[in-house]
């Protein structure tokens, strides 16, 4: 599955990217939305203190309206967590999670 992870972290975009391939994806990087391009899922850091997570998650939902919208963030950022869910978020990991389990999340819910 073609996959975008939006992320500015070069540790959390190594980590989540190594298992995305694990879970046979093919990871597509960058920091904005890319003007064009077909993806199954996109997953956006939503923590990242240089990138807008979720200016990026309304604009996913509007570009990639087919996608999977996924986005991890601490688990103490609540505030966040709440924005993003009220956002449309289709997944909200933790970056825990995102780190350590995202292989075989994305296996078990999307079947990758």
Avoid: Y
Avoid at 23 to 30: D, F, I, L, P, W
Avoid at 54 to 64: D, Q, S, T, V, W
Avoid at 82 to 103: I, K
């Amino acid at each position: 599955m073609k996959t975008l992870l939006l992320d500015d972290n070069l540790l959390s975009q190594t980590r989540v990217g190594a298992q995305l391939q694990a879970a046979g994806c093919e990871v597509v990087t960058r920091r904005q939305l890319p003007e064009s391009g077909e993806f199954g899922l996109v997953i956006i850091n939503l923590g990242s203190r240089s990138m807008n997570g979720l200016g990026l998650l309304r604009g996913a939902k509007n570009r990639f309206a087919e996608a999977q919208i996924w986005g991890f963030c601490g688990h103490l950022e609540i505030e966040i967590r709440r924005a993003a869910l009220q956002s449309g978020v289709d997944r909200l990991l933790t970056n825990e999670g995102a780190m350590s389990e995202l292989s075989e999340t994305v296996r078990r819910h999307l079947g990758a």
